[in-house]
């Protein structure tokens, strides 16, 4: 399938759908691919020209015009999955040599099958936390309205309102809706400056998706927003490290205290911390605080391929295992934001450092995230700095994952305690 200039998409006929391994493309089959998720977005790629698979000549074909009317530009259609889906290809496409890198969404590979779109992609997480038909605007404004009164003053909940309503954030939807689990974004600044950032991009050609938060919230405005949830939501999670802030651990001053204001009203609910794990001493103050689970975002666990990504301003590689090793150490629930890409994540050289990893670290869940980045740029940056060898296959990494590491849960979601 392709797109034409105006956007709409149509199959091709004599093509079969392709995806892309690092610089490899994958013929996609039936038994690769399924139903595209409910709440996935189609992309056209302007600029980019299409790979596709020539049935009658037997052959991987790049194309840029429309073969059964060649004055008609076509391009690329790639895949921005629902939670819990991870990419097993990217999108099949090749750029000019001067191209700028992609606006930053992840791009799955897709096909079109009998009546229906189909992803390449393995589900990972069946909960329905982000799903779209189960939130429905009207409730998401009634419930605006109600803290509005409730708490007048507390400025989270406002900035709350904005994530809500105008970033159309799951997170912040789900505070107002009284479900699962509340964001507490707290920080203006981060330690890091990732390649990919969806709160800050300085440089020219990429945009963040969301502005920073402008004010450090009050310990008791956080605990505020986290009591309410925690007080109307069963088995509720409450987390630090949101899309639209730097790091938390940067606002220990803030979040250290309203950890401590939660923990003496209530042992209910989960506190949890998405973190690049950059400060283990405030890791530590954290656990000690009542802190019940920490998410690290890493898109590898080889020091050269992860600063080449994170590009750390003021820690190593060295203080993010310090920092998972405390939080084990406390007897934490420590999972992996991992920031996967397909040709990367599933090179021998990357498999084998996180199976290492998992055993000096005793993590307890990966959290599989599709890198949100120009997966042609990013492969190519990382092979760079250190190749990563042959590819296994997105599926038997993590089915080989899960005979090697039986207890080790895989997901996408922040789990409450009570599924720890
Ligand atoms: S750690 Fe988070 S906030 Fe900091 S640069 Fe990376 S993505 Fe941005």
Redo the contacts with the bound molecule.
């Keep these: 399938m392709a797109a034409a200039e105006n956007g709409d998409i149509f199959e091709l006929e004599g093509y079969g759908a392709v995806g892309f391994s690092k610089d490899q493309p994958v013929r996609l089959t039936r038994s690769q691919t399924l139903a595209m998720p409910h709440g996935s977005e189609l992309m056209m790629l302007p600029d980019r020209a299409l790979v596709a698979y020539n049935l009658d000549r037997d052959r991987f074909d790049t194309l840029t015009r429309n073969p059964f009317a060649p004055d008609e530009k076509i391009f690329p259609v790639a895949v921005f999955n629902s939670p819990g889906y991870v990419n097993r290809y990217f999108c099949a496409y090749k750029a000019p040599e001067d191209a700028g890198p992609l606006p930053l969404f992840s791009y799955g590979a897709v096909g079109f099958g009998r009546n229906h779109f189909r992803s390449a992609a393995i589900q990972v997480d069946t909960e329905p936390r982000q799903d779209l038909r189960q939130m429905p605007e009207n409730k998401v404004i009634q419930g605006v309205g109600h803290m509005q009164k409730k708490y007048p003053n507390n400025r989270l909940m406002r900035h709350l309102e904005t994530c809500a309503l105008q970033y159309g954030c799951p997170a912040g939807k789900n505070f107002f809706l009284q479900r699962y689990e509340a964001p507490l974004p707290t ?1 203006r600044v ?5 390649l ?5 991009q300085p440089g020219p050609g990429l945009h963040a998706c969301q502005d ?1 938060i402008a004010f450090t919230p009050t310990a008791a405005e956080i605990a505020q927003v986290a009591l309410e949830h925690i007080f109307h939501v069963p088995r509720a999670v409450v987390s630090f ?1 949101q ?1 639209c ?3 938390p651990l940067t606002a220990h001053k803030a979040i250290v205290p309203a950890v401590q204001m939660i923990r003496e009203q209530t042992g209910q609910g989960t506190i949890n911390l998405n ?2 794990a ?1 400060l283990p001493e405030h890791v530590k103050t954290l656990c000690q605080s009542g802190l019940d689970s920490m998410r690290v ?1 890493m898109n590898s666990v080889r020091q050269k391929t992860y600063t080449a990504y ?2 750390p301003s003021s820690y190593t590689w060295e203080d993010v295992l310090k920092s998972i090793d405390t939080a084990r150490a406390h007897n934490k629930f420590v999972a992996v934001n991992y920031l996967n890409c397909p040709g990367f994540t599933d090179s021998e050289k990357e498999a084998a450092a996180l199976f290492a990893f998992i055993r000096d670290h005793d993590i307890n869940m990966i959290q599989w995230r599709n890198l949100n980045y120009d997966p042609r740029q990013y492969v190519a940056a990382m092979e760079t700095v250190a190749p990563g060898g042959p590819i296994l296959g997105m599926a038997p990494l993590i089915n080989s994952l899960k005979q090697t590491f039986p207890r080790l849960i895989h997901g996408y979601f922040n789990p409450p305690k009570e599924r720890f």
């Design positions: 920080s981060c330690n890091a400056n990732c990919g950032c969806i709160s800050l920073r490290g899309g802030e730097g790091e973190t690049n950059s975002s994170f590009r």
